[in-house]
């Protein structure tokens, strides 16, 4: 991650989960939701960006060369194909694709750890919004709004709130909670075209 702008994401980042380890184990909602929302906003903003470049290293590379794919071994030029073999069907081809990973190295890496950090981020807010009391889970909600704000197509949050609105009691806040789940959910789906119909 080479430009400035990723560099950026990547001190975000750090710095965020700076404020998260920095909490003491007592760390009063207050103090801990802003901390874990900022970290978990930084950490998804980094995978997103690690894959992405990720990704596109791995195109480089398929396009360059085999793209790390094994070698297979050649037939001699006598040799007749197995009795009974066809052309690779689309379904096998589909399962190479399938079995493709994500480069090996330093993005690859980073991609894996910082989606695994943001996953463990949101389940410590998660516990807020689902346990705390209803004071402490409004307080959660407003936060969870403020993220969803912020970065709409966000998978993981939609399922903390899908998650939080199943163990709801207060009816008010229940509804609120799946309202927005379903506004994350919705703003993923591809529009239909008139042509599509």
């Known amino acids: 991650m080479k430009e400035d702008g990723d560099r950026q994401l990547c001190a975000e980042a750090t710095k965020a989960l700076a404020a998260v380890t920095a909490l003491p184990a007592a760390a009063t909602p207050e103090a801990a939701l802003p901390a874990l ?29 085999d793209g790390g794919a094994k070698a297979r071994p050649n037939l001699a030029p006598s040799a007749a194909p197995p009795v009974g073999s066809a052309p690779r ?44 009391s209803l004071e402490v889970r409004k307080s959660a909600f407003e936060r969870a709004k403020q993220l969803s704000e912020q970065h709409p197509a966000w998978p993981a949050l939609d399922r903390t709130l899908r998650e939080a609105s199943v163990l709801e009691t207060e009816p008010d806040l229940k509804t609120q909670l799946a309202s927005l789940a379903n506004a994350g959910f919705a703003s993923k789906k591809p529009a239909q075209t008139t042509g599509s119909k």
């Open 37 to 65: 929302a900022d970290a978990a906003l930084a950490l998804v903003r980094l995978f997103e960006r690690a894959r992405y470049l990720s990704l596109e290293q791995l195109g480089r590379e398929r396009i360059e060369g």
């Open 89 to 132: 069907s689309g379904l096998a081809q589909l399962h190479d694709r399938r079995n493709l990973k994500l480069v090996e190295g330093p993005l690859g890496h980073l991609t894996q750890s910082s989606v695994q950090l943001e996953r463990d981020v949101l389940r410590h807010f998660a516990a807020y919004l689902e346990y705390g």
